[in-house]
């Protein structure tokens, strides 16, 4: 009866609250403060049990005669005094049951806090240093699930849908970045104290099933971009592409699984980028078309930023320097003030306008040569892109310089002008 009471407490001792997550669950932070709770109340259960006299006296008796379960008996009761040092109440679930209650959206103030406190139990309980401890005590994904509605978020308005996968990729880079930072203070504060321990362990071990749901969402965030992108074109009438799109989308809409079980819609997944990757191709066609329309550099850089797109509309760059050149050469000598403005600030308004009108497009083409189109770049046109950029921006250096050391230069007559005049006039009778 004694060893099935021993045997018993050992079961207790070897308690982990980290075999759920072993075992493939997901517990959140409410299962791990639960768990700690009732261990803590049978920890002190059995504490009460070898403290009674009856087994005190035992365990004397067992000490004078020498015998071999002793040290067992001994070993035991100080086993029991350890786990129970290690479950002491931690105040931990006032914080973390804010952030399990608050809306989605707001919980980025509450991230900060709760790595806080990780960190503060990280270096002031021994016990709790474990990447394990930091797995469980990670609330999100349940609340995300539910944020999302997830049965629905497939048949939701692709606007409203997007929209909540943003704030969602947004809260876990915010996770993301705020654990780094405290990865950092604990590095820090270890190289000046022999504890804690880093956190030296790979982000992998905290973040796996973390990082497999944020691919998940980012995978829903691409297909909904998608949607909405071409969504967009409905005004548009091109062969029945968009209506045999629009029919592909249904189909994805209609489907009854959970789009966030990582066990499922990668198949459907990966089939609707293949058939976005054909419409894509047909696209260009069509848009090189309705190139040979634009009025005007604006509308040009509406074009769609998809690679095949991309791939398809390069040759039409050429054109686009073309046009700029010839924006460049309209606006030299355009001088327009702003009505009911002084000269001088009417002027000065006038250069920072046409300033405006340069450098929007400049700074589109810098962004077309650099990340999209800069394998068919041709130097020579660029260049001369670039050196009436740089030939207007410099007159309008010199225009600014001029006008404002002209005022500069009248200031004086003009200040001394109005000091001479009086202050009241009377009319003559």
Known sequence: ?????????????????????????????????????????????????????????????????????????????????????????????????????????SIYTLIPPVFHLIFLVWTHCSFYRSPARIVALQPLHSQATSYLSAEELLRAETENGLEKLETVVGVFRCVRETFKAYRQKVAALASHYSAPKCWDFPSALVFSRFDDFLARVLQLKA??????????????VFGGLRGRFLQFCKNIRDQEYNPLDL??????????????????????????????????????????????????????????????????????????LSKNMPTMTGCLKWAKMLRDRIHIPWNKFQFMMVHLYYRSIEGAEMELVYQKYREMSSHLDEYEKQVYLSWCGSINQACQMNLDQPLIKREPK
């Not at 005669?65 to 002793?70: E, M, V």
């Not at 909904?224 to 071409?230: G, P, V």
């Not at 990757?277 to 040009?300: K, N, T």
């Open 1 to 105: 009866m004694v060893i099935s009471w021993t045997h018993m407490i050992h079961k207790v001792l070897r308690a982990d609250s980290a075999d759920l997550i072993v075992t493939g669950l997901n517990p959140g932070p409410k299962a791990e403060l639960d768990f700690w709770k009732m261990f803590h109340n049978v920890l002190n259960l059995c504490n009460s049990q070898l403290q009674n006299p009856c087994v005190q006296k035992m365990m004397r008796i067992l000490e004078i005669i020498d015998s071999s379960y002793f040290p067992s008996f001994k070993a035991l009761t100080k086993a029991v005094f350890d786990a129970l040092q290690e479950a002491r109440p931690i105040d931990l679930r006032s914080l973390l049951s804010q952030v399990e209650e608050n809306e989605f959206p």
């Open 223 to 236: 297909l909904f971009s998608t949607m909405l992108e071409f969504q967009r074109l409905e005004k548009l």
């Open 263 to 336: 066990t499922d819609f990668e198949k459907d997944f990966s089939s609707f980028q293949e058939r976005v990757g054909d419409f894509d191709r047909r696209l260009p066609c069509i848009l090189c078309l309705a190139f040979q329309d634009c009025s005007g550099l604006e509308s040009v850089f509406k074009v769609s930023s998809s690679d095949i797109i991309k791939e398809t509309f390069i040759p039409n760059f050429s054109k686009d320097l073309v046009q700029f050149i010839i924006s460049l050469q309209k606006i030299r000598n355009n001088l327009h």
